[in-house]
């Protein structure tokens, strides 16, 4: 065997560093195919995938190549049986074959499909094959699934002068192109399911924080509601102040450490007739605290009821909340001042507070409700 040069094996290696490089499975062939012609040349080379059962072959060619047309490939598809290779399946799998391996010149120029209809016309004399291993291949060389695809590919030369280093070098090659085939598809993988994260995340509001309440990563949605429903952060990288001063509070109420995450009652913050719910979820193990943020649209008298009132004294504390004195809310609600003072001290007795301030304060305090209202006594 035909030993190779240093030169040969300087570049055999920058081959397979070139290979370790390919990500993109759509351009896998052409890649490999550019670096292939490099270490060994050939008059016409490609990249195929073949169908043993359906004698179905896909190829790919070099840039600059016309390829295969479709009467050219009724051929192949007609003849594929013809092939000395292919007639030697699944034992021509292992290693690099040449046509000349298994049948001589005046042997393949009578093969009336194969040679008269398709090599001839391109005047090949001899073609050299190797296929990357395949999963469907047993300990015992038989095909576990007949119609499982071969990936692998051809070399042709107008001569029949491929040399035993060319062999060498394909056979060198050939895990590694094998390899980094694997790796483009499981790289393909993780790109389809890391784009398939980013749109689920996209339609989500999550905030990720570190301990010190700095940003670390936040959903487009999320940045639209804390501008909706808070003041511009000072920062891009920064929670809105008093966001961050109730994440601080939630945190220092932990009383007891496990190694689940935490979760607690959340912030609820109602603009008009909708409220954003912020929910916290702690690492402690790590120091990191995940917002997870959902605007609901929700009735604030319908949240109310929940305290037990009377209709009517849900109604009158709904517009204390926002702010009305007696007069106003006996405007709204149809009735006399004095009914919104006996309801007013119904809902006193029912809270047990003793002011407007205090009714006010239980009530969000016992909804989780965060307002920014004027209080009056």
């Known amino acids: 065997m035909e030993p190779l040069t240093f030169k040969d094996m300087q570049t055999l290696n920058q081959s397979i560093q070139k290979i370790y490089t390919l990500r993109n499975l759509d351009t896998f ?57 292919t007639q ?49 291949l047993d300990r015992s060389h038989k095909f576990t699934q007949i119609n499982a695809s071969l990936l692998g590919f051809s070399f ?39 784009n398939q994260l980013q749109h689920a995340l996209n339609h989500l509001s999550l905030v990720s924080l570190n301990s010190e309440g700095q940003v670390q990563w936040i959903t487009p949605q999320a940045v639209v509601w804390l501008e909706t429903y808070f003041s511009k952060p000072t920062s891009s990288l920064q929670l809105p102040e008093h966001l961050w001063a109730w994440v601080k509070y939630q945190i220092s109420n932990i009383t007891e450490k496990t190694d689940l995450p935490g979760t607690w009652l959340p912030l609820r913050i109602q603009q008009d007739d909708k409220q954003l719910v912020i929910r916290l979820v702690i690492e402690q193990n790590t120091e990191r605290y995940l917002l997870l943020l959902e605007e609901q649209t929700l009735s604030s008298l319908k949240s109310l009821e929940l305290l037990d009132l009377s209709q009517r004294e849900t109604e009158v504390l709904f517009w204390i909340i926002q702010g009305n004195d007696n007069k106003m809310i006996a405007a709204k609600l149809g009735v006399g001042p004095s009914t919104v003072r006996k309801h007013l001290e119904s809902i006193y007795r029912k809270l047990n507070v003793q002011s407007r301030t205090e009714a006010i304060a239980y009530a969000l305090e016992k909804l989780g ?9």
């Open 156 to 194: 042709h030369r107008s001569q029949p002068n491929f040399t035993e280093r060319d062999r060498l070098i394909l056979n060198l090659i050939c895990p590694h192109l094998f390899q980094a085939y694997c790796n483009a598809q499981h790289y393909q993988q993780l790109q389809k399911e890391l």
């Open 29 to 85: 062939g052409v890649d490999a195919l550019l670096i292939l012609n490099q270490l060994v040349p050939g008059d016409f080379i490609n990249f195929h995938s073949s169908c043993i059962e359906t004698r179905q072959i896909r190829s790919t060619f070099l840039p600059d190549c016309p390829g295969w047309g479709s009467e050219m490939e009724r051929v192949i598809h007609q003849h594929f049986y013809e092939h000395p290779i």
């Open 88 to 136: 030697r399946m699944p034992q021509a799998l292992n290693g690099v074959n040449k046509i000349s391996d298994f049948i001589n010149q005046q042997e393949l120029y009578r093969l009336e499909g194969l040679y008269q209809q398709f090599f001839r016309l391109f005047d090949f004399k001899d073609q050299m094959v190797f296929f990357l291993p395949n999963a469907n």
């Open 369 to 377: 409700f965060l307002h920014a209202l004027p209080l009056s006594e």
